[in-house]
């Protein structure tokens, strides 16, 4: 019943941007904290930025600070990723992910999405 849906994803050129989306249902949305993941080929999933119920507080992994930023609209159940000065190493299989508490783990991790595809090329 629960669902996190993605969208936004596609092919941009390197130092471009993309702002993906995830509507979430079947759950209370503003109970969850939200949370973006990625995975590229042949590579571990790993974490990208998540926030707290409020979208007071925000977390970024190394790799993407000053570059992405997280968002959420409670109200249109809605979490966002604004991805800017895009890069090639950017490249994955983005997930929007939803848990009870603050994780930057993946297996800390109630729901997930089924992924948006990004890709960067040089």
């Known amino acids: 019943q629960v669902q996190l849906v993605e969208s936004g994803g596609g092919l941009v050129q390197a130092g471009g941007s993309l702002r993906l989306s995830c509507v979430a249902s079947g759950l209370t949305f503003s109970s969850y904290a939200m949370a973006w993941f990625r995975q590229a080929p042949g590579k571990e999933r790993e974490f990208v930025t998540a926030l707290t119920t409020s979208g007071s507080r925000t977390t970024y992994a190394d790799s993407v600070k000053d570059r992405f930023t997280i968002s959420r609209d409670n109200a249109k159940n809605t979490v966002f990723l604004q991805m800017n000065s895009l890069k090639p190493e950017d490249t994955a299989v983005y997930y929007c992910?939803?848990?009870?508490?603050?994780?930057?783990?993946?297996?800390?991790?109630?729901?997930w999405g089924k992924g948006t595809l990004v890709t960067v090329s040089s």
């Open positions: 992910a939803a848990s009870s508490y603050p994780t930057t783990m993946a297996d800390g991790v109630d729901y």
